[in-house]
Every structure is written in structure tokens, then in C-alpha cells.
């Protein structure tokens, strides 16, 4: 190898090196250490650290640093290291140019456990796996466990009194648990029934099988001024009050959603209303709906200073869906989406007519959920038994239909018999009875003679949890003698009432 010395050259323009890998160009400075080196086959090498190809590729083995990496991403190649959580403090978005190569999970594995990602939002494509427990303190403004539906019977599933009612003034509750229709100025009474969703449809899709149905009359005299019908459901104070929902603070949300049907196409509209206090409402409309197809609708509510639930057993949370309501009840000044003191003379902006006026026009509605957060996530769907001792907490069928027994009692005295029942679930306050009544009945025997009532049943003693009566028999036996208590007809019901 021939050293020369650089302040020696001069004039030359060229420098050919013989083929062969052991022949390069080196260059040294003056303190012996070489700096760059040229082999036969033009690989230029700076130091141990870098290499520059012929055609342009560049291998660095120590750290590069650059203000910007422009290009397809794609283009680079080769496993790279582990990216812990310190090493991306400094990452932002203006330093990443072009497109970058999907992050697949297995290649998360090595952010650490302590290491934190606080970016804005991060796409897996495949399984991400962390090796210890994340810490996500709230999903969408929501809690991520516990019963999040404060609405009961929101599927429609329940229907305790029955599954139609028809040719009667049908005005509460009458099939559906929970929800009640009610009408006023109306030529026909409505319908209200308890009916299936149709397969193949959504929400039968989301798991959704019953919806409540108001059936509209034939209202020959057309939409009067005072003319109303309307669906609504109550909750108490007390579960407002401990729901979670800061309902003081306007940055504090319920989200109200539901699944609404009409065979009519039109815009409807409804409120809700605050009893406790000073009663607020808050008007909102389910926007223009298409003609016998199902529309989700929801509705994110902030909270309002003026807002008060009381902890009690009081019903404070009233949800109204008006089918239609007249002109004494609507204003076209009221803002939708907007909590007011309430008015009963402008509850909401003023309703198209057009379901009333239509014989048969049918309003249908599921799905119904109130939940604290910003955000309506998907339907907490609850089992029938669930949701069945949900709903007994406001009313409960103790026995219905014939030869059913019904409870164990005795004669007081001979012309009084007694009986009474342990309530499987407590009530929300102490219930009165709803008792069909008809000619015998009820049969009561004792001392293997039988004796009729005809369901003239009145409370003497009754809490929460038990429920004590009397009757008169139709025949007076000994007092003090046990009896037996067993229903005489189909159409006997007993049940007990503790309805808001």
C-alpha cells in the first residue's frame, strides 16, 4: 500500500483502482485515523458507522438524526427496535411526512406496562397485548360497568295487565309495564297494545322483540285546540338523584335514545319535565320520521342549575312523546334542545296534525334508554325475570285466571273472612288493590264448606311488603275458623298497585 501525502497532490482528476477486493482508497487526516474508504466497487465508507452504495442506499448503524423523513414509509426495511414510552415524548404529528405501514399488534408488545401513550387516537390493525392492566378512566363520558339504563322496561317486554286493551277510555297504564298512553278531546278511543317487532327489521336486529303501539281512533271532528295523545313513563327522584349525573352542571350529560315507528311519515314531538322544584322541560322532536320504518333517535342532555331531583320515592323525571297535542298545549317560539321553566301552554312547538287525523295511524316505540354520559352506547338488554322484578316494584299481579290459589286467611268474625299476602318484591310505596270484580268470583273454604265473594275486597292493614284485607262472604261461618282462598273464575284478578 502506497501512502501519499495530501499537501503532494495536485492536477489530478482521476483515480483508478485496480479490480479486486482487497484494493481501496483510503483517506486519513493528519492524525493517522482514517476517515473515508473506497473500495473497487465504488462503496464509499465513513468511518465504521455509515456506508453510501452506488446507487444511493445509505446503512447506518449508529443513530440518525434528521428534521425530516419524507417518502413511503414503506420503503423502510429491516426490524426495528423496541419504541418505549419515553423514547415518544417528543413524537408529534409534524414530524411524521407520508404514509406510514400498518402498526400490527404483535408489534406492541413491547411498549412496557409503565410506559404511557398519550397520543390522540391509536388504530391497531390485530391484537395489541400489554403486559399489565390499562387504566382507562372512563369510556365516552360513561361508566364502563354497573346497570348504565336508569329507564325500565325499555325493551317492552313486560306487560303485566295485559297485552291489549281496546273499546275502553284507555287512558294509563293499560298493557305495557311502565308506560302509559293518555288521551283527551278525542271523537274514538285509542288502542294500546303490546306488539311484536318484525324479523329481519332493526332494532329486531339489536335484540329487540316487543314494542309498545298506541293505535289512534277515527277523529271525525279533526285536531281541536285541547286535543291530545300522548306516551309517558316516570322515574323517582331518588333514582335521578343517585344515577351519577352531575345534573347542576351544563358540562354533565344524559343521553336519551329510542327506537320510534309511525305509520305515518311526519316529524313528532315530546319533552321532558323536572317535577321537583321549580319543574323545567326540556321540548325535543324525533326529526322527520319515514312511513312504517324504524328511526333510532337520540338526544344528549346537559345539565341546568335550575334542575332539582329529590332523594325520595317521588316520581322528578317525566319522559312525554306526544302522538299529537293541540294548540292550548304548544307554542312556535319554543326552542327545541333547551331546558326552560316548564309552561303548560307552550311544552313544545306547535305538532303536525296529520297521525291524529289518520283513522288507525299507529305510533310504535322501543328500545328506550336514559343514561349518564354524552355518548348513547348499545341497549342494555336485562332477562324477563329481571326486568319483570324491576317493574313489580310499581306494580304486581299476585294471582289471575281460574282455580288459582290465592292465600290462607280466616273468619274474624262470621260475617268477615280475612286474608292476605307477603309481597315477593317491596313496592315503591304502600299499594292499593286492583281487584276484578264479578258474581262468585272468589271462593273461600273452610271446615269443607265453601262460601263466594264477589271481589268487594277492602284493606285493613298493608305496607310495602304485605298486604292484609276483608271480605264479606256470602254465607257467615264460625269465627275464628282457618279458610282457604281460590279463584272461581277466568277473569279473577288480584293484583296491587303502586304506580307515580
Excluded at 303485566?160 to 297504564?173: E, F, K, L, P
Amino acid at each position: 500500500m502506497t501512502v501519499i501525502n495530501p499537501n503532494s497532490i495536485s492536477g489530478i482528476t482521476s483515480i483508478t483502482l485496480p479490480s479486486g477486493g482487497d484494493n481501496v482508497l483510503t483517506i486519513h487526516t493528519n492524525d493517522g485515523v482514517e476517515r473515508f474508504r473506497i473500495d473497487s466497487s465504488g462503496n464509499v465508507k465513513v468511518g465504521t458507522a455509515a456506508t453510501i452504495s452506488p446507487d444511493g442506499d445509505l446503512f447506518v448503524t449508529g443513530v440518525c438524526t434528521a428534521t425530516t423523513l419524507s417518502g413511503a414509509a414503506s420503503g423502510l426495511t429491516g426490524a426495528l427496535p423496541a419504541i418505549s414510552g419515553a423514547n415518544l415524548t417528543n413524537l408529534t404529528a409534524g414530524n411524521l411526512t407520508g404514509a406510514l405501514p400498518a402498526i400490527s399488534g404483535a408489534n406492541l408488545t413491547g411498549i412496557a406496562a409503565t410506559d404511557n401513550v398519550r397520543t390522540g387516537i391509536l388504530d391497531v390493525a390485530g391484537i395489541a397485548t400489554f403486559r399489565d392492566n390499562v387504566n382507562v378512566p372512563n369510556l365516552n363520558g360513561g361508566q364502563l360497568a354497573g346497570r348504565r339504563n336508569i329507564i325500565i322496561n325499555g325493551a317492552m317486554m313486560i306487560a303485566q295487565r295485559g297485552t291489549s286493551q281496546t273499546g275502553v277510555d284507555a287512558n294509563g297504564y293499560a298493557t305495557v309495564d311502565r308506560f302509559s298512553a293518555t288521551q283527551s278531546g278525542t271523537d274514538a278511543y285509542i288502542e294500546q297494545h303490546q306488539v311484536d317487532v318484525a324479523s329481519g327489521t332493526t332494532p329486531y336486529t339489536n335484540g329487540f322483540r316487543k314494542a309498545f303501539q298506541v293505535k289512534n281512533g277515527n277523529q271525525t271532528s279533526g285536531a281541536g285546540a285541547a286535543d291530545y295523545i300522548r306516551i309517558k313513563t316516570v322515574l323517582e327522584g331518588q333514582d335521578i338523584a343517585n344515577s351519577g349525573w352531575n345534573y347542576k352542571s351544563t358540562s354533565s350529560f344524559v343521553t336519551l335514545s329510542f327506537w320510534v315507528k309511525s305509520s305515518v311519515a311526519q316529524n313528532f314531538y315530546g319533552f321532558i319535565r323536572s317535577t321537583d322544584g321549580t319543574m323545567q322541560q326540556y321540548p325535543f322532536s324525533t326529526g322527520s320520521l319515514s312511513a312504517d320504518t324504524w328511526t333510532k333517535v337520540t338526544k344528549t342532555i346537559p345539565g341546568n342549575s335550575n334542575l332539582a331531583f329529590d332523594n325520595n320515592t317521588g316520581g322528578a323525571f317525566e319522559l312525554w312523546i306526544h302522538q299529537y297535542s293541540g294548540t292550548n298545549e304548544t307554542a312556535s317560539d319554543v326552542a327545541e334542545n333547551a331546558w326552560a321553566a316548564y309552561d303548560g301552554t307552550a311544552k313544545m312547538p306547535d305538532n303536525t296534525s296529520t297521525w291524529y287525523t289518520t283513522d288507525d295511524a299507529t305510533f310504535e316505540l322501543t328500545g328506550v334508554q336514559l343514561e349518564v354520559g354524552s355518548q348513547a352506547t348499545p341497549f342494555e338488554h336485562r332477562s324477563v325475570n329481571e326486568e319483570l322484578a324491576l317493574c313489580q316494584r310499581y306494580y304486581q299481579v299476585c294471582v289471575e285466571g281460574n282455580n288459582q290459589f290465592v292465600c290462607f286467611g280466616d273468619f274474624f268474625v262470621g260475617s268477615q273472612c280475612d286474608g292476605g299476602v307477603k309481597l315477593p318484591v317491596e313496592m315503591r310505596t304502600t299499594p292499593s288493590l286492583d281487584v276484578n270484580t264479578g258474581s262468585d268470583y272468589y271462593i273461600i273454604y273452610t271446615n269443607a264448606t265453601q262460601s263466594h265473594i264477589d271481589g268487594n275486597f277492602t284493606i285493613f292493614k298493608a305496607h310495602t311488603r304485605a298486604v292484609l284485607w276483608y271480605a264479606t262472604p256470602d254465607a257467615s261461618r264460625t269465627a275464628g275458623h282457618a279458610n282457604r282462598w281460590i279463584t272461581a273464575s277466568s277473569s279473577a284478578k288480584i293484583a296491587f298497585d303502586a304506580e307515580i
